[in-house]
């Protein structure tokens, strides 16, 4: 039973960190194999998603024109911005709603930004895979990531140090 809980902590510190300590204190796990699993979740999954996104980025650019040209020309007109980036000429490029936020978010934070969000607000797939996505030619992004998944989690257990009766049984 014990063991089921430290892979389910694992799995959930790989996907939304900030969460998973508290989680982990709150369903009855020890401190020193919370702190354990919510750790080898947070960077192991960050590894995962950041290795992962590269191969998958290329597939999709490569997928993609494929995928246009079997789609029926009625969805294309109902969807025609998905398509139009496989074009090799665009004049202008459309803006989603997720593009802004990207590009606010890069513009505003950048390399440092997506490395401390990432573990707090941002959840480790994506931040993998903006960091992956737009940074990936930085030297030690990989360790920066790490230290700050180390960090977060220092300042998490200090919480639950000084706030015990919260989240222990």
Avoid: D
């Amino acid at each position: 039973m014990m063991v089921l809980k430290i892979l389910h902590v694992i799995l959930l510190a790989s996907v939304k960190y900030i969460i998973t300590l508290p989680y982990a204190m709150v369903i009855g796990l020890e401190y020193e194999q919370a702190l354990f699993s919510v750790l080898l979740g947070g960077i192991g999954g960050f590894l995962f998603f950041y290795y992962l996104s590269k191969p998958v980025i290329r597939g999709f650019n490569l997928i993609l024109p494929r995928i246009c040209k079997l789609i029926p020309e009625n969805i294309k007109i109902k969807y025609r911005h998905f398509c139009e980036r496989t074009s090799t000429r665009r004049k202008t490029k459309k803006f989603t709603r997720k593009n802004r936020f990207i590009a606010r978010f890069r513009r505003s934070y950048g390399f440092w930004g997506i490395i401390v969000t990432t573990p707090l607000f941002l959840t480790i797939p994506l931040g993998a895979f903006l960091a992956g996505k737009y940074y990936s030619n930085r030297r030690y992004l990989v360790l920066y990531m790490v230290i700050s998944i180390i960090f977060w989690a220092a300042i998490l257990s200090g919480l639950i140090h000084l706030f015990p009766n919260v989240f222990i049984n």
